[in-house]
């Protein structure tokens, strides 16, 4: 009988382990992308699910046993991306950058952390939207972890500016650093600011399933109106769950063009396939395991 999409083969005494670290990590959908992606590929790898508590050295122990037990890949999701940054051996030129790992790679026992991150957004932009941030304006709302990786990618592929924005201003500028002499941290994004944009981020965690507006209303806590959007701009939230938040849903209605944040998860999941396989990760199939998920 053919195997569930994305389940996890029965392992065996030659599978290969590789697994995702965070805490609380049970809702994560990593090892169901990567199982999918293993079961196309028709390779005998298995990804777990590893709950790995804050503090006391508990995630350097966790490395240690990556090395002692051969584990050839893990993923790393909240709270642990910085503190795995500290930890592995060396680092890609965007881990060590935005001084984040969402993947570390077991080289014979050496450590190597990359961030697939700001990648997986750019891929999502591309394949949903035909998005291409050569010689854009970009503006980005947040100013958080999701926002770092982003902003970085977006000036490294060529956006022609990238604005940020956020409820606590100081962080916005230090973001914008990553931009270099195309960031700039607004205050607040006015009308025309908003207008002229190519494209809209949401970054933060607002509407986010499961997490409470800050104010009476989610929309109260919008930093840029939806309302301002109109067709030709490219709007996205790197929310996921609900497929379609609240802020998204007006933008579509102002006519912009609006993705959601699955497509992030899903490139960001493939990417790090390829880095561990050296294979070309089956995207269509960890798309349809995340879509039946989501
Ligand atoms: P992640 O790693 O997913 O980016 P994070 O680092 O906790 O998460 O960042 C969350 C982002 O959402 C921040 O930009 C945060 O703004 P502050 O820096 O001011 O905290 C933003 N955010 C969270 N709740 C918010 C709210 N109610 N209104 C506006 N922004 C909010």
């Known amino acids: 009988m053919a195997r569930e999409l994305g389940a996890p083969r029965s392992p065996d005494a030659r599978s290969t382990v590789v697994g995702v670290i965070g805490s609380p990590i049970r809702q994560s959908l990593s090892p169901l992308l990567h199982n999918a992606a293993f079961g196309a590929l028709g390779v005998n790898w298995v990804s777990l699910a590893f709950e790995v508590v ?7 122990a966790a490395l240690g046993g990556m090395r002692s037990l051969g584990v050839a890949g893990l993923s790393v999701t909240m709270p ?12 890609t030129e965007v881990a060590a950058r935005l001084g984040s790992v969402n993947c570390i790679i077991n080289e014979g026992g ?22 291409d941030p050569t010689g854009k304006r970009c503006l980005v709302v947040g100013a958080g972890g999701a926002a770092r990786a982003v902003v970085y990618a977006l000036a490294q592929a060529g956006a022609a500016d990238v604005a940020v924005v956020n409820r606590t201003a100081p ?12 960031g700039r941290a607004v205050p607040s994004a006015d009308a025309a600011q908003i207008a002229q944009a ?3 981020v949401n970054a933060t965690s607002v509407g986010m399933a ?18 301002l959007f109109h067709a030709g701009q490219v709007v996205t939230d790197l929310i996921y769950a609900p497929r379609v938040t609240p802020w998204l849903e007006a933008a579509r ?8 944040g699955l497509g992030m998860l899903v490139h960001q999941a493939a990417a790090q396939i390829t880095l561990w396989t050296g294979l070309v990760a089956p995207v269509d199939v960890m798309w349809q395991a995340a879509t039946q998920a989501a």
């Open 54 to 60: 804050p503090g006391q050295g508990q995630v350097a």
């Open 80 to 91: 642990h991306k910085a503190e795995v940054a500290a930890l592995v051996d060396t680092c």
């Open 110 to 131: 050496q450590l190597r952390g990359a961030n697939t991150d700001g990648d997986g957004f750019l891929a999502s932009l591309r394949r949903a939207a035909e998005f």
């Open 171 to 182: 962080k916005a500028e230090d973001v914008a650093a990553l931009a270099g002499s195309v």
């Open 198 to 200: 190519d494209l809209v």
């Open 210 to 227: 499961g997490v409470g507006p800050g104010t009476a209303s989610v929309a109260d806590d919008w930093l840029v109106s939806p309302a």
């Open 253 to 260: 209605d102002s006519g912009a063009t609006t993705v959601g």
